[in-house]
């Protein structure tokens, strides 16, 4: 592919704290809520997640919602509930960045900074956390080409940081039985065409959590560098994304599962 100057393949292995990310490392497990919604919730998933063995706590502060009418998050607040989880469960964190006027706030309190899909082509944004010396999860945008989502790593990485994971979260296409179409293929094509470890999020990826099992198992037989998986304490009464959550104890169930064949 013509045009890139700075991620041509060669592999990167992302330091988070003491973990590496890509190359011929274990496939790291992301995991936690949606959204952050209280201290309590945050705090009871970590400390569960962690005796599981996640390695990384995921959970949103400020959400890109569909509606404008639904729950946008608990923003700086959020930050500091994951932050104190985090912290209380010895794990990193990585929460979603949107407006670069709270990157100053995300960058400050995560150890990860997530580009949620719909930015993917907010290229104002990607140069801005390209100065920045912090890793970054890109997730792939929602309608992407291959071509499209490298061009974006390219723009953090042209901007100087290459410490970069990409996530692919699925696609839109034709298909509606799920919520989006998890592009496993791309999972090789990326990690070759960058260098960059690729992690998998089977929650956004289906829409379903029963197909969260089957998927993981896949997405790590073709060689994925990591899981992200959205974990709630109580998914009926989830502020968002409850269909497609999972509960810490048939997350417990999947990490076995996976593990058995895998990490
Ligand atoms: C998320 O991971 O919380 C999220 C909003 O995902 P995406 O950007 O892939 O829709
Ligand atoms: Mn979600």
């Known amino acids: 592919m013509e045009n890139r100057k700075i991620l041509t393949g060669e592999k990167i292995v992302v330091k988070v704290g003491k973990l590496n990310i890509g190359g011929d490392n274990p496939p790291v497990l992301i995991a936690g809520p949606c959204a952050v919604e209280s201290k309590k919730q945050v705090i009871d998933t970590a400390l569960a997640l962690k005796e599981i063995g996640v390695n990384i706590l995921r959970g949103g502060a400020f959400k890109p919602r569909t509606s404008p009418y639904s729950f946008q998050g608990l923003g700086l607040k959020g930050l500091e509930y994951l932050r104190e989880a985090g912290e209380k469960a010895g794990l990193p964190i990585v929460t979603e960045l ?20 719909r930015n993917m082509y907010n290229y104002p944004l990607l140069k801005t956390i390209g100065e920045i010396d912090k890793p970054i999860l890109l997730k792939r945008g929602m309608s992407a080409t291959i071509k499209e989502w490298i061009m974006a790593a390219e723009y953090i990485a042209t901007f100087g940081n290459k410490k970069i994971i990409l996530c692919e979260r699925g696609i839109r296409t034709f298909q509606n039985y799920t919520r989006n179409t998890l592009d496993l293929a791309a999972v090789p094509i990326m990690q070759k065409e960058t260098g960059l470890p690729v992690v998998v999020d089977p929650s ?11 998927m993981s ?9 990591g899981l992200m998986i959205e974990v709630h304490t109580d998914p009926k009464c989830a502020l968002s994304d409850g269909f497609q959550s999972i509960t810490p104890e048939e997350y417990r169930k999947v990490v076995e599962d996976v593990k058995k064949y895998f990490l």
Do not use: F, W
């Not at 949107?98 to 899909?117: F, H, R, T």
């Open 204 to 214: 956004h990826g289906t829409g379903i959590r029963e197909l969260i099992l089957p």
């Open 98 to 117: 949107m407006d670069e006027k709270n990157l100053d706030a995300v960058a400050e309190y995560a150890d990860i900074i997530q580009i949620g899909s």
């Open 217 to 225: 198992k896949a997405a790590l037989a073709c060689g994925a560098n």
